[in-house]
C-alpha cells in the first residue's frame, strides 16, 4: 500500500527557510516519481518540482527555480524540498505525490497517490 507523510511545515519569516520531508512506505523509490504540489486558498492546485527516482532526474516551475532543491534519499525513504528564499506567495499547503515509472519525464505524469498535506506560511 503506496503511504505519503509530509512533514516539516509552518511559519517563517520572508527570506527564510524550510526543509519539507515526504516519508515514503509501500513501494521502492527507484521506480517511481515523486512530485511536490501546492495549492493556496482560492487558487488551483500548482505543480513545484518533482523527482524521477530511476535516476535523480528533476524538474522545478519557474516560481520555485533557483530557490527550492528537491533530493531522494532512498535508504530513508524519504524525499525533500529544501525551500530558500521563501516569499509570502509561497503560502499553501504542500503535498507529496507519488506515480511508478522509470522513464516518463515527471513534469508529464499524473500522480495518483497523495499524501495529507502540510502547510507552509510565509509571513512576517
Known amino acids: 500500500q503506496v503511504q505519503l507523510v509530509e512533514s516539516g511545515g509552518g511559519l517563517v519569516q520572508p527570506g527564510g527557510s524550510l526543509r519539507l520531508s515526504c516519508a515514503t512506505s509501500?513501494?521502492?523509490?527507484?521506480?517511481?516519481?515523486i512530485g511536490w504540489f501546492r495549492q493556496a486558498p482560492g487558487k488551483e492546485r500548482e505543480g513545484v518540482s518533482c523527482?524521477?527516482?530511476?535516476?535523480?532526474?528533476?524538474y522545478y516551475s519557474d516560481s520555485v527555480k533557483g530557490r527550492f532543491t528537491i533530493s531522494s534519499d532512498n535508504a530513508k525513504n524519504t524525499v525533500y524540498l529544501q525551500m530558500n528564499s521563501l516569499k509570502p506567495e509561497d503560502t499553501a499547503v504542500y503535498y507529496c505525490a507519488a506515480e511508478p515509472t522509470i522513464a516518463a519525464m515527471c513534469a508529464t505524469l499524473r500522480f495518483g497517490s497523495w499524501g495529507q498535506g502540510t502547510q507552509v506560511t510565509v509571513s512576517s
Open positions: 523527482i524521477r527516482g530511476s535516476d535523480g532526474s528533476t
Open positions: 509501500g513501494f521502492n523509490l527507484e521506480y517511481y516519481a
